[in-house]
């Protein structure tokens, strides 16, 4: 081709390509509406939900964008599965363990009293088939699942009396969520669920005599420890308590190959980074706690945990149903359970028994 051929049919295909359309970005906006289930007051909990929908539109360069509301904000909060199943909302940001009256399963996806701790959920979930059964369940109400959160460890709860044996429970009215509380009304207990943001007005006016919180960082918000004498521990309820942010799966299927990829990488680190928050916070608060504002701290004595830890056993087999579904994803955290504890006895609680023995380490 002649040089000046050449230029006439480069400057008419310039031309062409600068008469088309930028690509078009903004029609393959999605904006999606998340529904959380914790209110602005609870530190954490509230932020990761904000910071889930941030990471997702970040990491999609603003393809996605999320509108998180607060609960009760478009339907009443126990109406949020619903809202989400059927298309109301896209997302909601919570725990399984709220919607145990869709299917007993779901008491067994995120926090099980005497159950998994938050390493060895991640690992049934990731690596135990875990997500598959979820996947399975959550499908069969057209939603799909993901981890993205978890509080760690927590303590026992706020007491404002002595509790020394499990007859101590009797009669106590104490709010504490899922299955730990069906198991402390096997000993008399009288379980309520409470919002956590209610906690402080429930316990200073005496309509509840104790309360299982979120944590140190979270129970010092809500200034637990100006209305109950003692703190109690460990937490034996909840010993990784998952947080999960959960798609209606109409609005799942519409995503792209690589956006459910980079949904699914912001839910994996939006995992990683809540529960290395709590665990941070916590430590603080609690030291904060017992320093500045003179906390009583009480283990809860063998008597009482071996009580409770029957209570629950019996519960968390309750559980188990005649639907074969239900049953698969029992059985699986079941077997699951018993291989990590056989493993954690030689490895993480004998290292922490170990790192508690009265030797010099360091210089504070």
């Not at 106590?172 to 299955?179: D, E, M, Y």
Request: charged content about 15%.
């Amino acid at each position: 081709m002649k040089r000046r051929a050449f230029l006439t049919a480069a400057g008419v295909t310039g031309a062409a390509l600068a008469a088309r359309p930028a690509p078009a970005v903004a029609a393959r906006r999605l904006d999606l509406t998340m529904i959380s289930l914790w209110p602005r007051q609870l530190p954490g909990l509230a932020d990761s939900a904000a910071r889930l929908a941030k990471r997702i539109g970040d990491a999609s360069d603003q393809e996605i964008s999320i509108t998180v509301l607060q609960p009760g904000e478009r339907v009443p909060p126990f109406a949020t599965f619903d809202a989400v199943a059927g298309g109301e909302a896209d997302i909601y940001y919570g725990a399984e363990y709220l919607w145990h009256f869709k299917s007993p399963a779901y008491s067994l996806l995120s926090g099980v009293p005497y159950g998994l701790t938050t390493n060895e959920f991640n690992a049934w979930i990731h690596h135990g088939g875990g997500q598959a059964h979820w996947d399975k369940l959550s499908a069969s109400f057209n939603l799909k699942p993901f981890l993205a959160g978890n509080l760690g460890g927590q303590m026992g709860g706020w007491f404002n009396q002595k509790i020394a044996s499990p007859e101590d429970l009797r009669g106590l009215r104490i709010s504490i969520p899922g299955l730990a509380g069906a198991a402390l009304r096997n000993l008399g207990a009288e379980a309520v669920s409470t919002p956590p943001e209610t906690l402080n007005d429930a316990l200073g006016s005496g309509f509840l005599d104790a309360a299982v919180g979120l944590g140190p960082w979270t129970d010092q918000t809500l200034a637990l420890h100006e209305v109950a004498e003692s703190y109690y521990y460990p937490g034996f309820h909840q010993p990784g308590t998952a947080l999960s942010c959960v798609f209606n799966l109409d609005t799942w299927s519409r995503l792209t190959g690589t956006q459910k990829i980079l949904i699914e990488h912001a839910c994996g680190m939006e995992n990683a980074w809540t529960h290395a928050l709590f665990t941070a916070r916590n430590g603080e608060a609690l030291r904060s706690l017992r320093r500045d504002f003179d906390v009583r701290v009480h283990q809860f004595p063998t008597s009482v945990l071996t009580a409770i830890g029957t209570a629950a056993g019996e519960i968390v087999s309750q559980t188990s149903t005649n639907d074969p579904a239900i049953r698969a994803i029992y059985r699986s955290f079941i077997n699951f359970r018993r291989r990590a504890m056989s493993l954690s006895k030689l490895t993480d609680q004998s290292f922490t028994q170990a790192r508690l023995l009265p030797f010099r380490y360091g210089q504070s």
